[in-house]
């Protein structure tokens, strides 16, 4: 599938929930005002968020989704949603690995988290069994 780059800005309630479909990638990069409402829903293909800023509150990862987080050489991105489903996370610092993730809810997505670059920080509730299944560090 084709990849789409969002890099305007989305905000307010009257786009409820924003649902990824297909095997193609979403990224939303930018632009600090993705404060918009409802939820993302991730049903199939990958979407790449450059900022913890350019999420909503909620964001669901179906069985065949993966939400690919990145963070920049030598900074630390707070990721303030709560994650939720059976996909997956991955963790990707660019350019130079040095860059930190901070998952800061208590995220109930029950998918693979690969750390494929940079280090992954959790201040949420990670005592959920269902939270880290299986982690990968490469």
Known sequence: GNTVTISGSLSGN???ALNKLGSGGLILTNTLNHLWGGQLAIHQGTVLATSGDFLPDKVF???RGVL???AASSTTVPYNSLISGPGDVAVNAQPA???TVVLTNDNTYSGLTAVYRGILQFTGNVSNTYFLPGCVVY
């Open 97 to 99: 690995n040095t860059g």
């Open 14 to 16: 009257v786009l409820g």
């Open 61 to 63: 990862i179906g069985s």
């Open 68 to 70: 690919d987080l990145e």
